[in-house]
């Protein structure tokens, strides 16, 4: 499957933005969906995701209440909708066919989008 992820861009701390990830080469409907970031000197980290057969959500503390993962299957995009950014939400936002526990290996990864929230 191949991802293409969009959507950023630079926002005020409060401020939202929505993000999409566009699946084409096959559909998506029950791979573990997820979206993950890297701020500038840190490590890649898991932010939202789907489960195994695309139903139950999980996302990491720190955007927990925050940030909501959605999915459109007919159109085979799933959506991360963040709102009340924070400064230290600033980093590439990539999406990947991958859970919480099993994205390290991963090498597929796109561009990503940009997501810069100033103070």
Do not use: H
Request: hydrophobic share 30%; net charge positive.
């Amino acid at each position: 499957v191949q991802l293409q992820a969009s959507g950023g861009g630079l926002v005020q701390t409060g401020g939202s933005l929505r993000l999409s990830c566009k699946a084409s080469g096959r559909t998506f409907s029950s791979l573990p969906m997820g979206w993950f970031r890297q701020a500038p000197g840190k490590e890649r980290e898991f932010v939202a995701g789907f489960t195994w057969g695309g139903v139950s959500t999980v996302y990491a503390d720190s955007v927990k209440g925050r940030f909501t993962i959605s999915r459109d299957n007919a159109k085979n995009t799933m959506y991360l909708q963040m709102n009340s950014l924070k400064p230290e939400d600033t980093a590439i936002y990539y999406c990947a066919p991958k859970g919480r526990y099993d994205y390290t290996d991963y090498d597929n990864w796109g561009p990503g989008t940009q997501v810069t929230v100033s103070s």
